[in-house]
């Protein structure tokens, strides 16, 4: 996603004389400030909703309801929401006035659902427990890219190996399989890693 688009996210701004806190973030922390892991992951969120554009008043207020019940400062990035907390979440959705087209979940015939966006990027990530443990940035289902941040400085990796490192490799001139026996993975996994480099650079 754009910077920008991050950035208001996490800090809020001032649009047309008006300022907007931040979504993401309980208050400002000052531009240079690093992005959080549990930050990193409801931004992954967000960013299923981002081209229909996010009204950050309502999504605001509701995602305060939600730290406020759950007592977690990244609410989003918690498993609780989408699994035993449904119905917590479906009260804040309306306490909060939220459009329909950015709900999490609603009831249909008789239970409380995930939506697309939700259910698609609950099955991105990797949970420990209710702790978002890792995060896989592709869209297909079966990649095995994933993004930890206790590797590889949380950059998109494949079998331990980042994927900066096997298109380095790539556009040296070597081939897949040569690349695959270099660092102990498959060849699967060399054109994975490949195609989703190829897919970050072409966004």
């Not at 554009?53 to 609410?75: H, K, N, Q, T, W």
């Not at 309306?94 to 459009?99: G, H, N, R, Y």
């Not at 897949?176 to 890693?193: C, H, T």
């Amino acid at each position: 996603m754009p910077l920008s688009t991050l950035h208001y996210w996490l800090e809020g701004g001032e649009r047309r004389s008006k300022v907007y806190p931040p979504v993401i973030r309980q208050a400002p922390t000052g531009r240079h400030a690093p992005v959080m892991w549990a930050e990193f992951i409801e931004a992954g969120l967000l960013r299923s909703y981002r081209r229909n554009g996010i009204l950050m008043a309502e999504l605001r207020a509701f995602i305060d309801l939600l730290r406020s019940r759950y007592e977690v400062p990244y609410p989003l990035a918690d498993r609780r929401p989408y699994i035993s907390g449904r119905e917590l979440v479906l009260e804040a959705q309306e306490e909060a006035k939220l459009d329909p087209d950015f709900w999490l979940i609603a009831p249909v015939r008789g239970q409380i659902l995930l939506l697309p966006a939700s259910d698609a990027f609950l099955r991105k990530v990797t949970w420990d427990g209710d702790v978002a443990a890792s995060w896989r940035p592709h869209d297909d289902p079966a990649s095995p890219v994933q993004i930890d941040p206790e590797l590889r400085h949380g950059r998109p990796a494949v079998g331990g190996i980042s994927t900066a490192v096997i298109q380095e490799h790539d556009e040296a001139g070597e081939d897949p399989e040569d690349i695959a026996d270099d660092f102990g993975l498959s060849v699967d996994q060399v054109r994975w890693a490949l195609a989703y480099e190829t897919s970050i650079r072409a966004a």
